[in-house]
């Protein structure tokens, strides 16, 4: 298939991914996860070129439905980390540097966005406040249409100011961490793909040991009776416990994997690791522990996006 039709068609599953996500909030998060990937796949698979295509016909699309604001937005939140994330990995970069590079590029895209939006940090808050209490409105009416109980739906409309002003408080962890759940998941549909360049096998991945004492710290922090203090240590702390997620992941991977469970089972399996918060915390523990337990007997190190023995 010729440079610019893989390109094209790449920018055509994006845009589907993005219009979705913008028409039903209910599934936004994870396809918007999943939007860059085309990108990344075609930059590290293909040639960095094709990549570049799908970066332009997006944000064209974008800016031609939608104007310079969209297109701008599509560009910096979407197009720059997919191709970041294509680029780090077709260079056998180590899986934290891919994870980093890509983070950065969208927390540039995401506060380039909100420059040019808002024109100040002091409007762009505003403005999330605003679209904060919107999304929280339609929760609660939603749930009264389903039947949920009226009482509770009152007491959570009571504290809409004070649950928007936590989420706006960890608004930096949110951003890192919704950027490392999109490098991570196109990093690992590239690795997949990839076939003349088999990648690490990363279920062998682990956080650096000195990083539980980050961890501890932050954790212990986020008690100091001091404001700016407080919401600095919980945004550590949350970014922390995404990572030890992370760790968790590799765990679960690790024994699905020996244990020869089947595709479709880990794949349920997964499933419920996203949609139930039970299991979710399950596998968090079970990362923070995994640096007394070391449960696969695993040395400390890094791992690279290099063939090692065990293959993918």
């Excluded at 762009?124 to 389903?146: K, P, Q």
């Excluded at 549909?189 to 279920?203: E, I, Q, S």
């Excluded at 596998?283 to 890094?302: H, I, K, T, Y």
């Amino acid at each position: 298939m010729p440079l610019a039709s893989r390109a094209a068609l790449g920018a055509a599953a994006t845009s589907v991914a993005l219009a979705l996500a913008v028409a039903a909030p209910v599934v936004a998060l994870p396809l918007f996860l999943v939007a860059p990937i085309p990108g990344a796949l075609l930059t590290a698979t293909v040639q960095p070129a094709a990549g570049l295509l799908w970066a332009a016909a997006l944000g064209l699309t974008a800016g031609m439905l939608f104007g310079t604001q969209a297109a701008i937005a599509v560009l910096g939140m979407c197009s720059s980390p997919a191709l970041v994330c294509g680029t780090a990995v077709r260079r056998r970069w180590r899986i934290e540097g891919v994870i980093g590079a890509t983070v950065l590029a969208w927390s540039i895209g995401v506060a380039a966005t909100a420059w040019y939006a808002a024109g100040t940090v002091g409007a762009a808050l505003h403005g999330a406040r605003g679209v904060l209490e919107s999304s929280i409105d339609l929760a609660l009416s939603t749930a009264r249409d389903a039947g949920a109980s009226a009482s509770i739906l009152d007491g959570l409309a009571a504290d809409r100011s004070t649950i928007v002003d936590g989420v706006l408080s960890m608004l930096p962890a949110l951003v890192v961490l919704v950027g490392g759940a999109m490098a991570l998941t196109s990093a690992l549909v590239v690795r997949v793909r990839w076939h003349t360049a088999p990648l690490a096998n990363l279920r062998r991945w682990q956080m650096p040991e000195p990083a539980i004492w980050v961890l501890i710290i932050a954790g212990f922090a986020m008690f100091i009776p001091h404001p700016e203090t407080s919401v600095i240590a919980r945004n550590v702390f949350a970014v922390m416990l995404g990572c030890y997620f992370c760790q968790g992941l590799a765990v679960v991977s690790f024994f699905l994997a020996r244990f020869r469970v089947p595709r479709g089972f880990r794949v349920a399996g997964y499933a419920l690791i996203a949609l139930h918060h039970l299991f979710t915390g399950l596998v968090l523990a079970l990362g923070v522990l995994d640096f007394w337990a070391n449960f696969r007997r695993l040395r400390s190190g890094p791992v690279n996006f290099q063939s090692r023995s065990g293959g993918r």
